[in-house]
């Protein structure tokens, strides 16, 4: 036993197959399905994703929005995705507004991301409000 620990193998197909002409495969062993390879687990990865720019549309397309935390996570990460164009788009006319907008976006998703990565569920002030107006 691995001492409940999930394990890990690579194996060479022994038999001519198309797959051999992969390589190896990973086998996964004794692994709990909310974790992922890296042992964080699987709900949290895609919401922390929520709020990393245009890898928010990962776990829509994914359909990793079936988890209601996910879920809230993502509408958050498009409203603040949408806030960051935005905040491009104003610095050509004014730079130093869209700079602050930037700032202020990019500091709300660090924020964002790490209120996933503890499982909470944060409301953005003024964001989450924006994100509950509209059903993914």
Known sequence: ????QACISLQKYSKTSSRERR???VLYENMAEDNDITGIKSHVLSAALSYMG?????????????NPFVKFHAKQGLVLLAGEVFAILASYWV???????????LLLSVAGLYSSLQEEKWYIPGIG???NLFSL
């Open 23 to 25: 390589g190896f495969v």
């Open 95 to 105: 730079s130093y507004i869209g700079g602050i907008l930037f700032l202020l976006m």
């Open 54 to 66: 245009i890898l928010v549309l990962l776990p829509i397309i994914s359909g990793a929005i079936a």
């Open 129 to 131: 409000f924006i994100a």
């Open 1 to 4: 036993q691995h001492g409940g």
